[in-house]
């Protein structure tokens, strides 16, 4: 198989063809909705230890082992449209990216090598506008959870509500404030991804490369996102701290006076918090994140 033929099959997504762009879209969607709610529904107890973890009030003091499920109505609401909005974007910019490879600096034949780089650089930016698109759910999503999680309200719609109650300094107070971390939250999106997708999209075509197949199975695609996941959650763990300290505080806080104020007071320690239960939630996840999306659409294109 020559590197070209390689190189285009691993970009667009690989799976066989469908009736059109329009229901390609639509399977994406839906899978990426059923992925994303398979994943946060049956972790969100690690989740929830690894907020109160990363917490500036401490494990005890944010419920500790204690009502592991609070928060959890907020992440049934945003969990579907947050990754059906990711995989969307993810697919189209990376088919569109294939199409227009001379966009990557590919021009001609190309070698091995530079296809294999090319392909990478693919699956990063198509992966970073996807998650940039998904934070448009995902940060509220995230702040209403998380503030319910370290007991700062009884419930995700207590939260909510004590949220909406700033419509007395106007809608923008409102918008602010559940977009609190959004820039946070971005940059540690952003790294993970891409790290996570190029890793696992690599193993994949490795497996398919190596068994002739168009595709890989959900088991495959499950196991492969469990080994990108864990080495993306391991770098980026100090940007998460960042993140949820930031959307945990009582007074809005900018990133680099809480970094410096962090670093001056316990040093480097507190950015590695709660490392252990994120790398086993996010390894955890990726896999059956990255197997139920790839079972589902599978399963919505009619492949056995």
Avoid at 131 to 156: F, G, I, L, N
Wanted: aromatic content about 8%; overall charge positive.
């Amino acid at each position: 198989m020559s590197d070209q033929t390689s190189y285009t099959r691993a970009l667009i997504v690989s799976y066989p063809s469908i009736p059109n762009a329009q229901q390609q879209r639509t399977n994406q969607a839906k899978a990426g909705g059923i992925a994303g709610t398979a994943v946060d529904l049956s972790l969100y107890p690690i989740d929830t230890i690894k907020t109160r973890l990363q917490s500036s009030a401490g494990f005890a003091r944010s419920g500790g082992f204690h009502g592991i499920y609070r928060g959890v109505g907020s992440a049934l609401v945003g969990s579907a449209p947050g990754a059906a909005l990711f995989f969307v974007t993810y697919e189209r910019c990376k088919a569109l990216l294939s199409q227009n490879s001379s966009l990557l600096g590919g021009h001609g034949t190309r070698s091995s090598s530079s296809s294999s780089s090319n392909e990478a650089i693919t699956h990063m930016i198509a992966a970073s506008l996807g998650e940039v698109a998904a934070c448009v759910v995902r940060v509220p999503t995230e702040v209403v959870k998380q503030r319910a999680q370290a007991s700062q309200h009884p419930s995700s719609w207590a939260t909510l509500q004590a949220i909406l109650r700033r419509r007395e300094v106007g809608l923008s107070g409102v918008r602010r404030e559940l977009y609190r971390g959004w820039s946070i939250t971005v940059m540690r999106e952003v790294p993970f991804t891409m790290v996570q997708f190029p890793l696992w999209e690599g193993m994949k075509r490795w497996r398919m490369d190596g068994t002739g197949r168009d595709t890989v199975s959900g088991l495959e695609s499950g196991v492969f996102g469990s080994v990108a996941g864990a080495v993306a959650a391991g770098i980026t763990t100090p940007l998460d701290v960042l993140k949820t300290r930031m959307m945990l505080a009582t007074e809005r806080e900018r990133m680099m006076p809480l970094l410096r104020s962090i670093l001056t007071e316990a040093g480097p320690a507190p950015l590695f918090a709660g490392i252990g239960p994120r790398i086993l939630w996010i390894s955890a996840g990726g896999a059956i994140f990255l197997g139920s999306y790839q079972w589902a659409y599978n399963a919505l294109s009619g492949v056995t």
